[in-house]
Nanobody, 119 residues
């Protein structure tokens, strides 16, 4: 049973920083594309950043230059460093592990962690 546990959310003032962590139990971490998504009230869940096992990254335009995704394979953990936070970054942030497998890909989600940025 794969589980993802996020931590690091909270309340921060605009311009501040937070680091989110996602610990992955199970054996899929090294083979998965790890991603962070966010969902604000009234909005759909959207990709923030992703990181493949080979180190390729992808960022939403709105966070480029401010957020950095990284992974520690020894600790089965993925991080999201968020700098220069803006009120529009306020959302519940979810960790995702995407594993390409047969007969269908496997997506596993964490429970979410709330990030609130005050103006």
């Amino acid at each position: 049973q794969v589980q993802l546990v996020e931590s690091g959310g909270g309340l921060v003032q605009a311009g501040g920083s937070l680091r989110l962590s996602c610990a992955v139990s199970g054996s899929i971490f090294s083979r998965s594309v790890m991603g962070w998504y966010r969902q604000a009230p009234g909005n759909e869940r959207a990709l923030v950043a992703s990181l493949t096992s080979s180190g390729s990254t992808n960022y939403a335009d709105s966070v480029k230059g401010r957020f950095t995704i990284s992974r520690d394979n020894a600790k089965n953990t993925v991080y999201l460093q968020m700098n220069s936070l803006k009120p529009e970054d306020t959302a519940v942030y979810y960790c995702n592990a995407h594993l390409r497998t047969y007969p269908r890909d496997l997506d596993t989600w964490g429970q979410g962690t709330l990030v609130t940025v005050s103006s």
